[in-house]
């Protein structure tokens, strides 16, 4: 049987008629009703009221979603108790069955997190998680993915409408199409992640991305759980997305802190970006960070 579908338990000594109402209203194919409340009601010439009566009273309804990516045993259920609540559930995020969801309460290490979201993500693609969005929000997907530069999108689309893009993104997180990385400490946005599949899915060229003479570095180092003498204590594999140019004779700020979890960030920015940031665009960067870059900005002024 394939996904989704519902299952149906009657209550005992109900006639033929009572099961063939609710039947018809469960009634589902490739995750379509077949039958809506409305058409039902006026075939049966009964009342809504009725009509969800003879359905809730007599029967409990789950619906099964998908495989458990956790065990690849079970399958995701939940109850249901009507057409709208279960086209609903039918959109849901959830990517794991109740034993496995129940065993993840926490996140034990940055290395099972990033694992467990990758799962998430490669589940999205294979259920095709863009096809429940609308026109709006599948545009800012592709041009996220176009982009493939938070930092850019950020600057020539989400700045000019908050209150637009940051639900979207919000949304397009939670279905995993997307990943989105957060600064530990201020829990602002950094980057984005993806599938490289959807740019193929969707029919996406990537946007040329230009080269900065002088571009800031700015990377998270997890500290390792056990070392010896000739391990580093912070240690990741780092992909640069493009080029990044050290200019000789550039003065530069180089900055590390600590993160609550034991973690440190680096970063490092020339002066000339520094004084040519506006407050807005502080946006990406940690609050210790942003007050030290004010400060900086003061004694150059004065």
Not at 48 to 73: A, F, G, H, M
Not at 281 to 289: N, Q, W
């Amino acid at each position: 049987m394939s996904y989704p579908y519902l299952k149906t338990k009657f209550k005992k000594n109900l006639d033929e008629k009572t099961i063939e109402i609710i039947n018809s209203y469960w009634k589902i194919e490739n995750g379509i009703f077949i039958n809506s409340p409305t058409k039902l009601r006026n075939e049966l010439n009964i009342t809504q009221p009725k009509l969800n009566s003879i359905v809730k009273k007599n029967s409990e309804t789950k619906l099964y979603i998908d495989d458990c990516i956790q065990c690849k045993k079970n399958p995701i259920i939940i109850p249901v108790t009507s057409q709208s609540n279960a086209k609903k559930e039918i959109e849901n995020t959830l990517f794991r069955c109740g034993t496995c969801d129940n065993s993840l309460k926490y996140v034990l290490n940055e290395y099972e997190y990033s694992k467990r979201k990758s799962l998430e993500l490669i589940y999205a693609f294979k259920c095709k998680y863009w096809t429940k969005l609308t026109e709006e929000e599948l545009n800012v997907l592709k041009k996220i993915i176009e982009y493939d530069d938070y930092r850019l999108f950020w600057k020539d689309f989400i700045q000019k409408d908050k209150n637009y893009y940051y639900p979207i993104i919000h949304k397009l997180n939670r279905f995993s199409l997307i990943d989105v990385q957060r600064n530990p400490i201020n829990e602002r946005a950094s980057t984005v992640n993806f599938l490289a599949g959807l740019k193929k899915e969707l029919g996406i060229k990537r946007k040329n991305k230009n080269i900065h003479t002088e571009s800031s570095l700015n990377f998270y180092l997890p500290k390792r759980a056990q070392t010896k003498n000739t391990d580093p204590n912070f240690s990741k594999r780092i992909v640069f997305d493009q080029n990044i140019v050290i200019k000789a004779g550039t003065e530069y700020i180089c900055s590390v802190w600590y993160n609550l979890d034991g973690s440190i960030n680096f970063k490092m920015k020339s002066m000339d970006d520094l004084m040519g940031m506006t407050d807005e665009s502080d946006d990406f960067e940690p609050k210790l960070i942003g007050e030290f870059i004010k400060n900086i900005k003061k004694k150059m002024k004065s």
